[in-house]
């Protein structure tokens, strides 16, 4: 297990395009277990592959308060969507950077789980909002990219700024 370093945004890596992952073995589930320490470790509720420089589509999800109900997603595809709902984002790799953005207010998804078994969930709320998140990172979108253009030049100001600060 290891906690592995996340890319932050605007890196080039972070709008690539994930591949579906082919035959979940020991090195997809080697993966997940580093997703999810990087992921408890930061802390955050969810991290897709792509945010660890990992081109696969796999993504690890845990909104539990108690942080014990880890959801390992791969392959996974949006079948339903239903409503809209509007919540105050982050991301791991927007650090410092919260921002209200709209999507779907419920949403069916099929996907894999850590043994290549298929499994449907039908999620809402913050569950929902989650999920799409990260299933935006394994088509090369960010968070931030849902805003106007205006909003986005600011966070990239004001990014800029932070890591001159902490060079
Ligand atoms: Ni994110």
Redesign the pocket.
């Known amino acids: 297990m290891a906690v592995l370093p996340i890319l932050r945004y605007p890196d080039e890596r972070l709008h690539r395009l994930a591949r579906p992952v082919v035959v979940v073995d020991e090195s997809v589930r080697a993966l997940v277990r580093d997703m999810a320490e990087t992921m408890y470790a930061a802390p955050g509720i969810?991290l897709?592959a792509v945010?660890v420089g990992d081109p696969r589509q796999v993504v690890v999800i845990d909104i539990s308060e108690a942080r014990d109900e880890l959801r390992t997603f791969i392959n996974p595809v949006i079948v339903e969507a239903a409503g809209t709902c509007e919540f105050e984002e982050g991301?791991?790799?927007?650090p410092g950077i919260y921002e209200t953005v709209r999507r779907a207010a419920r949403v069916k998804t099929q996907s894999l789980d850590e043994r290549g078994r298929p499994f449907e969930l039908v999620a809402e709320g913050l569950l929902a909002v989650c999920i799409q998140?990260?299933i935006d990172?394994l088509h090369g979108r960010?968070?931030v990219e849902h805003l106007s253009r205006l909003k986005q030049s600011r966070i990239l100001a004001k990014l800029k700024k932070q890591q001159r600060l902490t060079m």
């Open positions: 969810g897709a945010q991301c791991l790799s927007v998140h990260e990172h960010v968070f």
